[in-house]
């Protein structure tokens, strides 16, 4: 098997599963359990906390545990918006948004909010110039991911974190999910940031979302204190650990692994760019780990079952996106409706050999060639 699509998800670390079994089996109390049993799994939880705050940056109290990166983002946007309403009802996002941020900002939108989409410079950057104009004393929220899911082009998040800090009435949300582990990531001028362990080798079902201690937001989930009171329920410990041991190898070895995969992605997009129907969509702004393309003329659900029935794995637009085969993302960027309506994206690791992308374009090749004959 050749797995391509590690920004869909990633597999489980050896290590960090030892430490989720490990926790479930020896830790059984529940954390806010007034018993020795709770006071020991009190204190695994806060030693995590501590570890995941100042491998991001921030303080112990600032981190609140959620499922995931869909429901940080929903959190933050729904729990700003209701809170925060009476300042203003305009919000600022792009086009190269995931759906968890796009969803609740619709939703939103049916309920008087006012949504900008701020203009994009040709590598799929922010442009700052428009940004500014956007803003006004009604813009309580710029939510945008410092790498986008679809395209991964990496954000200016300091400069954008900078500009905001003269908007003291707007909050600055940045979902880091696809930047954990790939990208150094500076939280210093973010108010709030989501983010989900799956993608960094951590196990599925946890995410972390930080909030300033200057930063308020409603819960979306309510059901009395957990970690915080900002989302109930019990304490996920295996989940949390597991998260922690996840974070520290993925920060560990960042420099490494980045150029590696650089490598790697600039190896396979030499390669591609010399077949003329083959248009790569990802930009001078992507980080190497996401490589977007379309293929003129081949849909891209065709290609990608072509290539997985030689068992190799790559995807269609990212894996949470439905059914809708247009990519308002690759639009935003090329500007071209062949384009979006064909994306494709191979997503590298630090696990991806040469071999296996060697493998990979020869597959590629008898693919393209097969089905462009049809
Ligand atoms: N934001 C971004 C940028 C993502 O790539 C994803 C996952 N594809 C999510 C949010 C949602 O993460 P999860 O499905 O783990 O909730």
Known sequence: MIYLDYSATTPISKEVLDTYVKVSEEFIGNVNSLHSLGVKSKKLEEQ??????????????????????TEGNNTVIKGICSLYKNRGNHIITTELEHE???APLSYLQKEGFKISYVKLKKNGTVDLDNLKELLTDETILVSLASVSSELGILQPIEEIGKLLKEYPKCFFHVDITQSVGKVKVDLTDVDLATLSSHKFYGPKGIGVLVKKANVNILPLIHGGKSTTNYRSGTPA??????????????????DTQYQHVLKLNQYLKAALSKYPTVHINSTDASIPHILNFSIVGIKSETFLHALESEDIFISTRSACSGHNHYSMAVKAVTDNIEYSNASMRISLSYLTTK?????????????IKELTLK
């Open 237 to 254: 410990l295996p989940l949390i650990a597991a998260t922690a041991k996840a974070l520290r190898l993925a920060m560990d070895n960042l």
């Open 355 to 367: 071999e296996e992308i060697d493998v990979f374009l020869k597959v590629f090749d008898e693919k």
């Open 100 to 102: 968890s941020i796009l």
């Open 48 to 69: 995590s906390t501590r570890q995941i705050a100042a491998l991001l940056g921030v303080n112990s109290n600032e981190i609140i545990y959620t499922s995931g990166a």
